[in-house]
């Protein structure tokens, strides 16, 4: 192709407005946390693997999807690699316009209340909880971002390269509480949320638009119940941002990153000392057939 040709295609205008091809599909999605103390150091790391598979037209009007995880693996400061029995296998249909106090798209958190890995180890809540965040990650790349909106701005209005869209999730509140071990009234605020059609690239011969997400700058704040009867409070903000890579034929997420840098201040009442803590998240999601 000749580089007018070239020039003449990348001015588009391209066309996303139209839903995912309805079809059988396999995800993987590689998660890593690194935890730092304030002084710098590193005070541990998770690795996860998580193994989705997409079943098409779950129902006749095709209002909601059915999901089925395969597997999921975890890895604790750089240890044995185990599974989660308890989630192979597990059905579930996905439901972007669900939410309710403890089932949110249709995950509810009581799957993950008291769950163990494959050598028996009972879970601690950090991880439970994570394992939980993992399946609401996924479907906020694979499905909030990378789907035309019904109402407000959304992907279907990204024609040309380098326009940018402001998404109906900027500055939304989701409450995070989880079981008893994050109490109600524990908030996540995105800060403004954009989209922006960054330009194309080929995934597995395929071609795809790369759409750039950034939540902007949000705040956190966890309640959490501690032994002594009060309660500690984490306070903190986020960003996290990344690129999808949604294939112009079949509008399929092909590739997927997340990179979220979370800083927290926690402090108990009626304690004057407070502990602080870095996180820093990387996703890595990829079609796998």
Same mark, same amino acid.
């Given at each position: ?31 890593? !946390? $690194?935890? %730092? ?9 998770? #690795?996860?693997?998580? &193994? +989705? ?78 394992? !939980? $965040?993992? %399946? ?9 971002? #990378?789907?035309?909106? &019904? +109402? ?138």
């Amino acid at each position: 192709m000749s580089q007018e040709k070239i020039k003449e295609y990348l001015q588009g205008p391209f066309d996303l407005a139209l839903d995912k091809k309805w079809e059988n599909q396999y995800f993987r999605m590689e998660t890593k !946390y $690194i935890h %730092f103390g304030l002084s710098g150091k590193r005070l541990g790391t998770e #690795s996860y693997l998580l &193994k +989705l598979q997409y079943i098409a037209k779950t129902l006749v009007d095709g209002s909601v999807d059915q999901y089925v995880c395969s597997e999921l693996r975890l890895q604790t400061d750089g240890g044995s690699s185990v599974t989660i029995p308890y989630l192979k296998n597990w059905t579930y249909a996905f439901n972007p316009m669900l939410v309710e106090p403890g089932v949110l798209w249709g995950i509810p958190q009581d799957k993950f209340m008291k769950i163990t890995d494959s050598s028996g180890r009972a879970l601690p809540f950090s991880i439970r909880y994570a394992v !939980y $965040i993992n %399946f609401i990650d996924f479907h906020c790349i694979n499905d909030i971002f #990378s789907r035309p909106m &019904k +109402l407000g701005k959304g992907i279907q209005d990204l024609k040309l390269i380098g326009q940018r869209i402001v998404h109906p999730a900027s500055f939304l509140e989701s409450p995070v509480h989880f079981g008893a071990e994050i109490k109600s009234g524990s908030i996540f605020q995105n800060g403004e949320v954009t989209l922006e059609l960054k330009g194309l690239s080929i995934i597995e011969e395929s071609p795809c638009a790369i759409i750039a997400y950034d939540a902007g700058e949000s705040n956190v704040k966890m309640i959490l119940p501690v032994p002594i009867g009060q309660d500690s409070v984490a306070n903190g903000g986020s960003q996290y941002k990344g690129d999808i890579y949604v294939d112009l034929a079949t509008r399929v997420v092909r590739k997927a990153t997340l990179d979220e840098y979370m800083i927290q201040e926690t402090s108990t009442q009626g304690s004057p000392s407070k502990m602080g803590e870095y996180t820093v998240r990387h996703i890595l999601l990829r079609l796998a057939g």
